[in-house]
């Protein structure tokens, strides 16, 4: 059992869906990110997503586009982030987010191992298929890091069983078609999909378009086990009045619905 899935199987134990929340490295500025990071943990969150800001980042909505602009402009590149996130004080498991073109400029070998010195314990690729992710699957089996993929409510029954056979850590379920961004409701798609893969033992997390403990709650009742939220955290770092308070408020709002979501089942 991976890092990941531990986790996974603690929050079970513990009556609870899993929470990970998904935040920008360097927006606005590194420095910001490690205080982000500490008010996430301080609210309860069980793992954490950090962004690797990336020029083209075709499955993100405004929000999280916003937020890679700055971390950008602040000066945020693969070198700075793997620095970064080593000098991070936490003892949860970590996740990098970012795009194919980053991992293949910089060389699939060294960028799974700057994951393993940097103590990254997962890698997710939005836009990379299973069908073309063999070198990275390699090398992150190799390294023991889990890589992550996607489900999306139109994938088909057969794609599913060619993902599940390469999955690890947890599989990746998008909540609806489109980009990222935070939604008002959480669409039948989701649950439907839940309902579809509800047999797997593999942990299952449902992301894109996550905000509010009713989503959280309507999930895990539904059999997820865990939620992923972005855009709403991307939000309050935007707005950047009381920052730090506001993130560890909604992840104890979102924990509340992780677990009031296990107690319906």
Do not use: W
């Not at 955290?233 to 992780?258: P, R």
Request: proline share 5%.
């Amino acid at each position: 059992m991976s890092v990941i899935e531990e986790a996974f199987d603690r929050s079970k134990k513990k009556g609870e869906g899993a929470l990970i929340a998904y935040i920008c490295a360097g927006d606005p500025t590194p420095k910001d990110t490690e205080k982000y990071v500490q008010a996430l943990i301080k609210g309860g969150v069980d793992m954490i997503e950090l962004g690797l800001p990336f020029s083209d980042p075709i499955a993100e909505g405004p929000t999280i586009q916003g937020s890679i602009d700055r971390a950008l402009e602040a000066g945020m590149n693969p070198d700075l982030y793997f620095d970064m996130v080593k000098g991070l004080d936490v003892d949860l498991p970590l996740l990098v987010m970012t795009y194919y073109n980053l991992i293949f400029k910089r060389g699939v070998e060294r960028f799974v191992s700057d994951c393993v010195d940097s103590n990254i314990n997962g890698i997710i690729v939005p836009d990379l298929p299973i069908e073309e992710s063999g070198d990275l699957a390699k090398s992150c089996k190799g390294h023991g890091i889990d890589l992550i993929y996607f489900i999306a409510p139109t994938t088909t029954d057969s794609r599913i069983k060619n993902t599940i056979k390469e999955a690890s850590g947890f599989l990746y379920l998008l909540a609806r078609l489109g980009v990222t961004g935070a939604r008002a409701n959480v669409p039948q798609s989701a649950e439907a999909l839940l309902g579809r893969l509800r047999d797997l033992d593999i942990p299952k997390a449902v992301g894109f378009g996550i905000s509010k403990k009713e989503h959280a709650e309507a999930l895990v009742s539904s059999g997820a086990d865990g939620i992923i939220v972005g855009s709403a955290f991307v939000d309050i770092i935007a707005a950047g009045e009381d920052t730090e308070k506001k993130l560890t408020s909604l992840v104890k709002e979102l924990k509340d619905g992780c677990k009031s979501g296990f107690l319906q089942r």
